[in-house]
């Protein structure tokens, strides 16, 4: 029961202060949702603009490794498009490519030579561009690098562009520069089509091309200013167990985690780097926290004030509406701080509905390129690629991710951009958020790069690289049902005359006009290609039958023949020779069919050239040139395969009884994969048309030289072995300085080498072979006329000749004890040769009889089966 006597509060004053303590609560209540709704979109803000900054670091450190990577390959097409690249067409090239001016942090771009020595196989670096700086490069061995060396295998055994571990850069040692730097690495294989094996690619491979840069430069100038302003960016390589640090914009500093981070993984060359970004402590949002405390400190005033205010109902709604049109004015300003920002930015930057692609934002770049209209098209529209735009429409973003995409604008034209769509939710609602960069004069930069690649640079036509990949085409596409293709094998007759008698750019203008010349005789669907020097290649498809191949070759060999050359008020016509091959049926491979028509060509120039001559496997000159081309072919790698094997026959002095130590003759021969020996006579043929003796020869001469004594079983007292060289191999001005370098190397008494040179060698370059013999028996070497007989046969120019020894052709000394013109031919060589002071040799001694028949005539030493077959050198068996 309430006592009358206590005063109690009016009940106006406790209902105004229940309002007031409702008022209270409820304005609180909404100053914490306004203020996290406020946290929310100022952190939304903020990890949109670092991911863009983010990633539009992440996209250009990528594009500077592409970019390398062109700059590679547009090096490494110079090596495809010539066999023989030099230090000055090397420089010409690194002069027009002006690397540095994209790459102003690039150290060099550098050969490296693969050379097979003793202890192996060495990758030595022997051209370097630029000069300056990098003198400490030039003649570097790879392996002295083992990153550096892991790189370039790497790149040898793939065909594709590797980068190496980080190591520190032999240059900047040598400039006292702190830091590592890595190289880029593609390699360059010798000429054929390319190797598909691992095995194929060691095998051919004959050096490697590298870009070099410092990390902190290559890394540091692909970073805006902006974002190493804002973020501190580290990355690292964490391709093995261990993680390797590549580069730290902020070294030493400690970077406090504030809830945002940015973490992707750059996968390059077989690297993965790891790029990592986080904020500054100085930019980790300070700013944001003190405007979210601002923004609820004004909501608890302003609750309070609405509590205070609950009396005055009149000044509450006035109260209350000033406190509203303050927040909303805070949070457009807010929301024009974040558009203002997003224009600024040299990226497009879109937003649109996830559910129907409506865009409804651009920014300033958007609007520039897209057009004004951008934010009336839907997000699907933008794309030129039916699939992505079938994949928008579908609301799956999963193959948009990253990507490069054509655009189209609103006057409908395009341009190429790197795209990347992420989803996002925004005020509750899904969006899509586009962000892409304008990548169309990277785009252009690839295509001219892909057109050097498959184009000859003076004809403009195709190169033999793509004419072989639209052989292998047409190959593929050869079956039952489908007309038959021709391929002509063109080769220029005598065209060196032109270089020689009007010099090289003669020739060039030639080659460019008569590249005009064939085209116009050539369907629009017909491939026309250069395939080196004087050499040209067509491919005709949708032929009819050979009688219509025949007349296309005969129509571009008459345009040929029918063509005047002027050059400095001088004419001159040039003629053809064209091998022909019937591309109609399946299963032929494409180095089988260019070795038909290249026979086929050689056919043409036998008979007389300026003709056309088809290839036919029933053919017995074709069979046999056939056979020489694969011979070739395998001696072109039967160094490197191990394939030659030396062997020794003994020559002994007579008389026999009289005993004494016998001298060798080297002789060569090949194994077969069975382990068979072949007999020179098989292969020599094919060496010397293809121009392989000379090849071989130095083979000969540095094996036998660097294993001298451990040829025969008599070891380091053997006297003399004899070696055979073929006539390119003398005709070789730089040969001789060889022969007497490797005698010094390998500390070789040249008295024990005596070098064979055939007698039809020596009378074909008679004033050459005398020049060659003097400077080899200037030093003490040896030399004896081989196969004395079987040619000329003339004794008048034995007493020009510098000559030790003589060897009587074996047809004459098989004969001599049946024939008495044999007979009376060994007995004049012997005696011409002993009145000139030369030592006799008989070859081909068969018996016991010729032995004593050329001992009664004076004969020094004789050589034969009878006496002693061919065996292996000692350290060539197994």
Same mark, same amino acid.
């Given at each position: 029961?309430?006592?009358?006597?206590?005063?109690?509060?009016?009940?106006?004053?406790?209902?105004?202060?229940?309002?007031?303590?409702?008022?209270?609560?409820?304005?609180?209540?909404?100053?914490?949702?306004?203020?996290?709704?406020?946290?929310?979109?100022?952190?939304?803000?903020?990890?949109?603009?670092?991911?863009?900054?983010?990633?539009?670091?992440?996209?250009?450190?990528?594009?500077?490794?592409?970019?390398?990577?062109?700059?590679?390959?547009?090096?490494?097409?110079?090596?495809?498009?010539?066999?023989?690249?030099?230090?000055?067409?090397? +420089? *010409?090239?690194?002069?027009?490519?002006?690397?540095?001016?994209?790459?102003?942090?690039?150290?060099?771009?550098?050969?490296?030579? #693969?050379?097979?020595?003793?202890?192996?196989?060495?990758?030595?670096?022997?051209?370097?561009?630029?000069?300056?700086?990098?003198? #400490?490069?030039?003649?570097?061995?790879?392996?002295?690098?083992?990153?550096?060396?892991? *790189?370039?295998?790497?790149?040898?055994?793939?065909?594709?562009?590797?980068?190496?571990?980080?190591?520190?850069?032999?240059?900047?040692?040598?400039?006292?520069?702190?830091?590592?730097?890595?190289?880029?690495?593609?390699?360059?294989?010798? =000429?054929? =089509?390319?190797?598909?094996?691992?095995?194929?690619?060691?095998?051919?491979?004959?050096?490697?091309?590298?870009?070099?840069?410092?990390?902190?430069?290559?890394?540091?100038?692909?970073?805006?200013?902006?974002?190493?302003?804002?973020?501190?960016?580290?990355?690292?390589?964490?391709?093995?167990?261990?993680?390797?640090?590549?580069?730290?914009?902020?070294?030493?500093?400690?970077?406090?985690?504030?809830?945002?981070?940015?973490?992707?993984?750059?996968?390059?060359?077989?690297?993965?780097?790891?790029?990592?970004?986080?904020?500054?402590?100085?930019?980790?949002?300070? *700013?944001?926290?003190?405007?979210?405390?601002?923004?609820?400190?004004?909501?608890?005033?302003?609750?309070?004030?609405?509590?205070?205010?609950?009396?005055?109902?009149?000044?509450?709604?006035?109260?209350?509406?000033?406190?509203?049109?303050?927040?909303?004015?805070?949070?457009?300003?807010?929301?024009?701080?974040?558009?203002?920002?997003?224009?600024?930015?040299?990226?497009?930057?879109?937003?649109?509905?996830?559910?129907?692609?409506?865009?409804?934002?651009?920014?300033?770049?958007?609007?520039?390129?897209?057009?004004?209209?951008?934010?009336?098209?839907?997000?699907?529209?933008?794309?030129?690629?039916?699939?992505?735009?079938?994949?928008?429409?579908?609301?799956?973003?999963? *193959?948009?991710?990253?990507?490069?995409?054509?655009? #189209?604008?609103?006057?409908?034209?395009?341009?190429?951009?790197?795209?990347?769509?992420?989803?996002?939710?925004?005020?509750?609602?899904?969006?899509?958020?586009?962000? +892409?960069?304008?990548?169309?004069?990277?785009?252009?930069?690839?295509?001219?790069?892909?057109?050097?690649?498959?184009?000859? &640079?003076?004809?403009?036509?195709?190169?033999?690289?793509?004419?072989?990949? #639209?052989?292998?085409?047409?190959?593929?596409?050869?079956?039952?049902?489908?007309?038959?293709?021709?391929?002509?094998?063109?080769?220029?007759?005598?065209?060196?005359?032109?270089?020689?008698?009007?010099?090289?750019?003669?020739?060039?203008?030639?080659?460019?006009?008569?590249?005009?010349?064939?085209?116009?005789?050539?369907?629009?669907?017909?491939?026309?290609?250069?395939?080196?020097?004087?050499?040209?290649?067509?491919?005709?498809?949708?032929?009819?039958?050979?009688?219509?191949?025949?007349?296309? &070759?005969?129509?571009?060999?008459? @345009?040929?023949?029918?063509?005047?050359?002027?050059?400095?008020?001088?004419? @001159?016509?040039?003629?053809?020779?064209?091998?022909?091959?019937?591309?109609?049926?399946?299963?032929?491979?494409?180095?089988?069919?260019?070795?038909?028509?290249?026979?086929?060509?050689?056919?043409?120039?036998?008979?007389?050239?300026?003709?056309?001559?088809?290839?036919?496997?029933?053919?017995?000159?074709?069979?046999?040139?056939?056979?020489?081309?694969?011979?070739?072919?395998?001696?072109?790698?039967?160094?490197?395969?191990?394939?030659?094997?030396?062997?020794?026959?003994?020559?002994?002095?007579?008389?026999?009884?009289?005993?004494?130590?016998?001298?060798?003759?080297?002789?060569?021969?090949?194994?077969?994969?069975?382990?068979?020996?072949?007999?020179?006579?098989?292969?020599?043929?094919?060496?010397?048309?293809?121009?392989?003796?000379?090849?071989?020869?130095?083979?000969?001469?540095?094996?036998?030289?660097?294993?001298?004594?451990?040829?025969?079983?008599?070891?380091?007292?053997?006297?003399?072995?004899?070696?055979?060289?073929?006539?390119?191999?003398?005709?070789?001005?730089?040969?001789?300085?060889?022969?007497?370098?490797?005698?010094?190397?390998?500390?070789?008494? =040249?008295?024990?080498?005596?070098?064979?040179?055939?007698?039809?060698?020596?009378?074909?370059?008679?004033?050459?072979?005398?020049?060659?013999?003097?400077?080899?028996?200037?030093?003490?070497?040896?030399?004896?006329?081989?196969?004395?007989? &079987?040619?000329?046969?003339?004794?008048?120019?034995?007493?020009?000749?510098?000559?030790?020894?003589?060897?009587?052709?074996?047809?004459?000394?098989?004969?001599?004890?049946?024939?008495?013109?044999?007979?009376?031919?060994?007995?004049?060589?012997?005696?011409?040769?002993?009145?000139?002071?030369?030592?006799?040799?008989?070859?081909?001694?068969?018996?016991?009889?010729?032995?004593? +028949?050329?001992?009664?005539?004076?004969?020094?030493?004789?050589?034969?089966?009878?006496?002693?077959?061919?065996?292996?050198?000692?350290?060539?068996?197994?």
């Amino acid at each position: 029961m309430v006592d009358p006597a206590i005063p109690q509060p009016p009940r106006w004053h406790l209902a105004a202060w229940l309002w007031s303590l409702l008022a209270l609560l409820l304005g609180l209540l909404l100053s914490l949702a306004a203020h996290e709704q406020q946290m929310r979109r100022l952190q939304a803000e903020r990890t949109l603009i670092r991911n863009e900054m983010a990633s539009k670091a992440y996209v250009s450190l990528q594009g500077r490794l592409h970019a390398a990577e062109s700059l590679l390959r547009a090096a490494q097409s110079l090596f495809l498009s010539s066999e023989e690249v030099d230090a000055g067409e090397y +420089a *010409g090239f690194y002069a027009n490519m002006r690397p540095r001016e994209q790459f102003p942090g690039l150290l060099a771009l550098a050969y490296a030579q #693969r050379e097979q020595r003793p202890d192996g196989e060495h990758y030595v670096t022997r051209w370097v561009e630029p000069e300056p700086g990098n003198e #400490r490069v030039v003649g570097l061995d790879v392996g002295m690098q083992p990153r550096n060396l892991a *790189g370039l295998l790497a790149s040898r055994d793939d065909d594709l562009a590797t980068l190496s571990a980080p190591f520190h850069l032999a240059q900047l040692a040598e400039a006292g520069m702190t830091g590592e730097g890595v190289t880029l690495r593609l390699p360059i294989y010798g =000429p054929g =089509p390319p190797p598909r094996t691992v095995e194929e690619r060691r095998a051919r491979v004959r050096g490697s091309i590298a870009v070099s840069f410092r990390l902190d430069d290559l890394i540091g100038n692909a970073l805006p200013d902006q974002l190493t302003r804002h973020l501190s960016v580290r990355v690292s390589d964490i391709t093995g167990p261990d993680a390797l640090p590549l580069f730290d914009s902020t070294p030493g500093l400690l970077v406090p985690p504030d809830g945002y981070r940015y973490e992707s993984k750059l996968t390059y060359g077989g690297r993965v780097w790891n790029v990592v970004m986080q904020p500054l402590p100085h930019r980790t949002g300070a *700013g944001a926290g003190g405007w979210g405390r601002a923004t609820l400190l004004a909501g608890v005033v302003a609750s309070i004030l609405l509590a205070l205010l609950a009396y005055s109902v009149a000044s509450t709604r006035q109260r209350a509406l000033a406190l509203g049109w303050r927040m909303s004015r805070r949070y457009r300003e807010s929301e024009e701080r974040f558009r203002a920002l997003n224009e600024l930015l040299p990226a497009l930057v879109l937003l649109a509905e996830a559910a129907g692609g409506a865009v409804t934002y651009a920014n300033q770049a958007s609007r520039d390129r897209l057009g004004r209209h951008a934010t009336e098209r839907q997000l699907p529209e933008l794309f030129e690629d039916p699939e992505l735009r079938a994949q928008l429409q579908q609301d799956d973003t999963r *193959g948009c991710s990253r990507v490069d995409a054509l655009l #189209r604008n609103d006057e409908g034209g395009a341009f190429w951009a790197s795209v990347a769509i992420s989803r996002i939710r925004l005020n509750g609602r899904d969006k899509l958020l586009m962000v +892409a960069s304008d990548i169309s004069e990277q785009r252009q930069l690839t295509e001219l790069l892909s057109h050097q690649a498959s184009h000859d &640079a003076l004809t403009e036509l195709y190169n033999r690289r793509e004419f072989e990949r #639209r052989l292998h085409d047409t190959l593929a596409a050869t079956g039952a049902g489908t007309p038959p293709a021709v391929l002509l094998y063109i080769d220029l007759d005598q065209f060196k005359l032109i270089n020689d008698t009007s010099g090289h750019l003669a020739g060039d203008q030639l080659l460019a006009q008569l590249a005009i010349v064939m085209r116009k005789q050539l369907g629009g669907t017909d491939v026309l290609a250069r395939l080196g020097g004087d050499e040209f290649g067509v491919l005709a498809t949708n032929v009819a039958d050979r009688d219509e191949a025949e007349r296309i &070759a005969e129509r571009v060999r008459r @345009c040929i023949d029918g063509y005047i050359f002027i050059w400095e008020q001088r004419s @001159c016509t040039i003629s053809a020779s064209i091998g022909g091959v019937m591309i109609d049926r399946p299963g032929i491979l494409v180095k089988d069919l260019l070795a038909q028509a290249d026979t086929a060509c050689y056919m043409a120039k036998e008979l007389g050239r300026n003709r056309v001559h088809f290839f036919s496997e029933r053919d017995d000159e074709t069979v046999r040139r056939h056979g020489e081309m694969e011979w070739a072919n395998r001696l072109r790698w039967a160094v490197d395969e191990h394939r030659l094997v030396l062997t020794y026959q003994e020559i002994w002095p007579l008389p026999l009884a009289a005993g004494g130590e016998p001298d060798v003759e080297l002789l060569l021969r090949f194994r077969e994969e069975s382990g068979q020996l072949v007999a020179p006579g098989v292969f020599m043929p094919a060496a010397e048309r293809y121009g392989l003796m000379p090849v071989v020869d130095r083979w000969v001469i540095e094996t036998t030289l660097a294993n001298f004594d451990r040829l025969h079983p008599s070891g380091g007292a053997l006297r003399m072995v004899a070696i055979n060289l073929s006539g390119a191999s003398v005709e070789d001005e730089a040969l001789a300085g060889l022969i007497i370098g490797l005698l010094r190397r390998y500390r070789v008494e =040249p008295s024990r080498v005596c070098f064979e040179i055939t007698e039809t060698v020596a009378v074909r370059n008679l004033s050459q072979v005398v020049r060659f013999m003097e400077q080899l028996r200037a030093v003490g070497c040896r030399i004896a006329l081989d196969d004395f007989g &079987a040619g000329m046969s003339s004794f008048t120019y034995l007493k020009n000749l510098p000559l030790d020894i003589i060897k009587i052709d074996g047809s004459f000394v098989r004969d001599m004890l049946t024939d008495p013109v044999s007979h009376l031919m060994v007995r004049a060589v012997t005696d011409i040769g002993h009145r000139l002071g030369l030592e006799v040799v008989a070859e081909w001694v068969a018996d016991a009889e010729t032995v004593q +028949a050329l001992a009664a005539l004076g004969v020094n030493r004789v050589q034969g089966f009878s006496l002693h077959r061919p065996e292996p050198a000692l350290f060539q068996r197994d």
